[in-house]
């Protein structure tokens, strides 16, 4: 398992924009899918996005299709979650995932699919 390290959260008005990254700590992503999922408080983990890291595939979770976009750079080797038209109800911690099985048969939507997570980053979205 890779340590995955979080970046970028923060304070950001409704509407804004915000963009996550997440990278190993020591070392080179060898995952074939990652992903971002959050929590609220009082609720469960949630799915946000997927990506392949070979093909550059995603997946995104219909709460934030259209509004977010997840990326990532191989050759600086870093995950990113770009945020657009925030909401409220986007405030959670985000966290970093990443799975050793292809991405064509990970389910992408279940956390338990994931070997590797990165401590967190909070994002609070103001009204």
């Known amino acids: 398992q890779v340590q995955l390290v979080e970046s970028g959260g923060g304070l950001v008005q409704a509407g804004g924009s915000r963009t996550l990254s997440c990278a190993p700590s020591?070392?080179?992503?060898?995952?074939?899918?990652m992903g971002w999922f959050r929590q609220a408080p009082g609720k469960e983990r949630e799915f946000v996005a997927a990506?392949?890291?070979?093909?550059?595939?995603?997946f995104y979770a219909d709460s934030v299709k259209g509004r977010f976009n997840i990326s990532r750079d191989t050759a600086k080797n870093t995950l990113y979650l770009q945020m657009n038209s925030l909401k409220p109800e986007d405030t959670a911690v985000y966290y970093c995932?990443?799975?050793?099985?292809?991405?064509?048969?990970?389910?992408?939507?279940?956390?338990?699919?994931?070997?590797?997570w990165g401590q967190g980053t909070q994002v609070t979205v103001s009204s």
């Open positions: 990506i392949s890291w070979i093909a550059g595939m995603t």
């Open positions: 020591g070392g080179t992503f060898s995952s074939f899918a």
């Open positions: 995932t990443s799975s050793s099985k292809p991405y064509a048969i990970v389910k992408h939507t279940a956390w338990n699919e994931y070997d590797s």
